[in-house]
């Protein structure tokens, strides 16, 4: 399981359009907030490896090619926890 | 915006997985409940032309194969507006 704590710095991006409480700040972009950490994690590994395109894929493909498979876990638990 | 309680007897099948009351039954598989509607909505078009691959992708585009645009509005309504 990753580091929640660890997350939240790496978090600061995220939080510029799904919002610093976990609910998205832009129309049509999800709410991460309680969201299953394992999901995030499929998530940001399919928009890394390209296969998840459609939709607004073309905005996280770039943002998860920064981050390596512990930065997901981590940012996975980060928002996971969030009430 | 879609219609909640059409949704609803469409959403039966998503249940299974995502669960009754949007949080999902199976380790990996998001949460829906209280998601923003238009990302549902974008993300099982992304299913249903294929452009959305990679994580369970395989398992979600034949089910999003199965809704209209209508459809996919009145379940991305149902779910969303759950608390």
């Given at each position: 399981a990753g580091d929640a704590q660890a997350g939240k710095s790496k978090a600061a991006i995220c939080?510029?359009?799904?919002?610093?409480?976990?609910?998205?700040?832009?129309?049509g972009y999800p709410n991460?907030?309680?969201?299953n950490a394992q999901y995030i994690v499929n998530a940001l590994k399919s928009y890394k490896s390209k296969e998840r395109t459609g939709g607004n894929a073309l905005v996280m493909q770039p943002q998860a090619a920064m981050l390596s498979d512990t930065d997901m876990e981590n940012v996975a638990a980060y928002f996971s926890q969030m009430k």
């Open positions: 939080a510029a359009c799904h919002g610093a409480n976990g609910i998205a700040v832009i129309p991460l907030k309680g969201q």
